[in-house]
């Protein structure tokens, strides 16, 4: 009788969920580009993407924006010398979390992933209606998240971070 009381429990326990998280797809090229600065400057290197409990955060490398025409595709690595990192929230994130003096509270980081290779490309080229500005065009290759269990993110649609503009 002692067998049968065991064997499902067993079961039991072998079914439940270990809480592990299973991030299947990151979808970011259909959301806007932000940044806490009021004016985008050939200085700023901090982009983030919100898609409601997800954040894809950029840090680009110093100097890797230009107030020229790029003749050429403009490359930067990921991670070195720049950075993406991917981050999963217990709630709705808004440009406060990431803008605010005082960092807030809630909602809180339920997993980070830094990208471990990849490369940011940057084409610029110059506003035909205003010659002093400068739009930048900022797409991502072969990027490749891996989760702390050793996971490779299985869909990755980020190949379009967004467009910003300075001006000289």
Excluded: W
Excluded at 47 to 74: H, P, R, W
Excluded at 116 to 143: A, C, M, W, Y
Aim: negative net charge.
């Amino acid at each position: 009788m002692k067998r049968f009381f065991f064997l499902p429990l067993f079961v039991v326990f072998l079914a439940c969920n270990d809480g592990d998280l299973q991030i299947e797809s990151i979808d970011f090229d259909s959301v806007s580009i932000q940044t806490c600065e009021s004016t985008i400057t050939t200085a700023s290197t901090v982009f983030f993407k919100i898609n409601g409990e997800e954040a894809l955060i950029l840090e680009l490398q110093s100097g890797l924006l230009q107030n020229e025409v790029s003749q050429d595709t403009i490359v930067s690595t990921i991670p070195g010398q720049s950075n993406l990192i991917y981050r999963l929230f217990t709630g709705t994130v808004s440009n406060n979390y990431f803008c605010d003096a005082i960092p807030l509270t809630s909602p809180s980081v339920l997993e980070e992933i830094e990208a471990t290779s990849g490369e940011v490309l940057v084409n610029t080229s110059q506003n035909p209606t205003d010659t002093t500005k400068f739009e930048h065009t900022i797409l991502l290759r072969n990027v490749t998240l891996i989760n702390e269990q050793g996971e490779r993110i299985t869909d990755i649609s980020i190949n379009e971070f967004g467009t910003i503009t300075t001006q000289q």
